[in-house]
Antibody, heavy 122, light 107 residues
Framework: EVQLVESGGGLVQPGGSLRLSCAAS????????MSWVRQAPGKGLEWVAN????????YYVDSVKGRFTISRDNAKNSLYLQMNSLRAEDTAVYYC???????????????WGQGTLVTVSS | DIQMTQSPSSLSASVGDRVTITCRAS??????LNWYQQKPGKAPKLLIY???SLQSGVPSRFSGSGSGTDFTLTISSLQPEDFATYYC?????????FGQGTRLEIK
């Protein structure tokens, strides 16, 4: 069964740091781009960052550039999101998602993990 | 960045109704458009990719159409389990962007 399981969320003070992890199983992790997507309480979905199969390319939404770093360890089938200088507006459920790709169809997110809640508050 | 706008933002319908949700992109995205369903407290679930390709395991009452800037998600006959929030998402360029969501409620 293809599965993604996030961990590492919690309560952190503004300006603090947190590292999220996503454990992948049931597929060849090293063959896929991976993404982080977040959802603030009661709000819509926002793509945060993604990373190429070998980690050589990384992209971020403007609001987290310079503060968040996406990384992966293919030997451990794991995806990470290091979050520094956290702000109240970073409060959200963070999902990891596999990016599927087809030349004619583009990219799509499937599956998604169950999410991990990050709360930034004093 | 490409802006995605869904309409309506919310919709009330009855079991058995035919429902259509619209998604408009701020520029042409060819057919690089995906649809997701999200139920409260759960992760999003892929329904449709590349505008009209039905994800494996998704009931055939769901269908997608469109290209360029205008897209639709249609549910041919609403079932009780379809009441949820639906999001479109473009994969034409980075950053990937989502519509604001359409909440489908029971009438």
């Amino acid at each position: 069964e293809v599965q993604l399981v996030e961990s590492g969320g919690g309560l952190v003070q503004p300006g603090g740091s947190l590292r999220l992890s996503c454990a992948a199983s049931g597929f060849t992790f090293s063959s896929y781009w991976m993404s982080w997507v977040r959802q603030a309480p009661g709000k819509g979905l926002e793509w945060v960052a993604n990373i190429k199969q070998d980690g050589s390319e990384k992209y971020y939404v403007d609001s987290v550039k310079g503060r968040f770093t996406i990384s992966r360890d293919n030997a451990k089938n794991s995806l990470y999101l290091q979050m520094n200088s956290l702000r109240a507006e970073d409060t959200a459920v963070y999902y990891c998602a596999r990016e599927n790709y087809d030349f004619w169809s583009g990219n799509w997110f499937d599956p998604w993990g169950q999410g991990t809640l990050v709360t930034v508050s004093s | 960045d490409i802006q995605m706008t869904q309409s309506p933002s919310s919709l009330s319908a009855s079991v058995g109704d035919r429902v259509t949700i619209t998604c408009r992109a701020s520029q042409s995205i060819s057919s690089y458009l995906n649809w997701y369903q999200q139920k409260p407290g759960k992760a999003p679930k892929l329904l449709i990719y590349a505008a009209s390709s039905l994800q494996s395991g998704v009931p055939s009452r769901f269908s997608g159409s469109g290209s360029g800037t205008d897209f639709t998600l249609t549910i041919s006959s609403l079932q009780p389990e379809d009441f949820a929030t639906y999001y479109c998402q473009q994969s034409y360029s980075t950053p990937r962007t989502f519509g604001q969501g359409t909440r489908l409620e029971i009438k």
